[in-house]
């Protein structure tokens, strides 16, 4: 079954001035142009295309990629806004419209903002929504604490940042958790760390377990040991500097400095941390 809003292949069936005819199933044949037709394709080929609608509203083929596809969210920017809505680049020569109803604020031109697409079920149009919230699930159905997931930035709250995960569901990263600050249509990889009684989402950017703990931990110790039993790097330093050493947010090193210095291990002053000798 072809998917509108989708990559498909397709069998080459009939070449014709205007390009190659594919295959469509219950579309019939779909056109794919000249200017997108590989000069060796030949009928009974299978090509890997794009499918949506052009600005005719006839269903078309592309070889082109777009940047987002229907059941993704993606970070675009709008490149002009009119009486029907505002239209984003998403790569293809027709832009992606997002309906006055389905924009969280009023959209501006050279603003980019993250948007989730889908196919409208009257029109067969592909659409995108900044109302995230009415698109995705709040709600960890499908999910399970520990797993990995892919983190899409798409807003800021008093407690922290607002991601779409695995572009399904809506979470959020308690500043905590997010070892710098993080920027509005960002992509990057975390993990599911808490799902409260209510079902909604906590998302780390660092794994939290006992093993994640003791190898943090083992890290400290070892640069230390490299470094004549000094580091600097204390429990008040800058979160990006204790970033750029271990990869990790400031709460969890400071935890695992905790950890070391009730094993007495370390000793910690205002300036810096001191590996204790072993007897």
């Known amino acids: 079954m072809v998917k509108i809003g989708q990559m498909n292949r397709l069998q080459a069936v009939k070449p014709i001035d205007a390009g190659m005819l594919l295959a469509g199933g219950e579309f019939g044949n779909i056109l794919l142009p000249r200017r997108y ?16 609608l052009d600005s005719e509203d006839c269903i078309i083929a592309t070889t082109l990629t ?7 969210c993606a970070h675009l920017q709008v490149k002009e806004v009119n009486a029907v809505g505002a239209f984003l680049d998403w790569g293809l020569p027709k832009d992606l419209l997002v309906p006055y109803n389905e924009q969280h604020k009023p959209m501006e ?15 067969n149009r592909i659409t995108a929504s900044s109302r995230l919230s009415h698109h995705l699930d709040e709600r960890a159905d499908g999910l399970k604490v520990h797993q990995a997931v892919d983190l899409l930035i798409c807003g800021r709250s008093d407690m922290g940042f607002k991601a779409v995960i695995n572009h399904t569901h809506l ?20 993990y599911i760390k808490n799902i409260r009684p209510d079902r909604k989402i906590d998302v780390s950017l660092q794994q939290h377990t006992e093993k994640g703990k003791d190898e943090l931990a083992e890290k400290i110790l070892q640069f ?3 470094h004549n039993g000094v580091s600097s790097l204390t429990d008040k330093s800058e979160p990006d500097a204790i970033y750029r ?35």
């Not at 710098?180 to 990889?189: A, C, F, M, S």
């Not at 947010?249 to 941390?273: C, E, F, V």
């Open 171 to 190: 979470g959020l990263i308690f500043r905590d958790d997010a070892f710098r600050t993080l920027i509005y249509g960002e992509q990057l990889r975390g």
């Open 109 to 123: 031109v050279g603003r980019s903002y993250v948007v989730t697409v889908f196919l409208d079920s009257y029109t």
């Open 245 to 279: 050493q271990y990869q990790v947010s400031k709460g969890k090193y400071k935890n695992a400095l905790s950890t070391l210095y009730k094993q007495r291990k370390i000793l910690i002053t205002a300036d810096q941390i001191t590996l204790v000798e072993q007897r």
């Open 37 to 52: 037709l590989p000069e060796s394709v030949k009928v009974g080929d299978e090509l890997d295309v794009f499918i949506y």
């Open 224 to 226: 230390l040991a490299a």
């Open 66 to 72: 777009p940047k987002v596809m229907v059941g993704q």
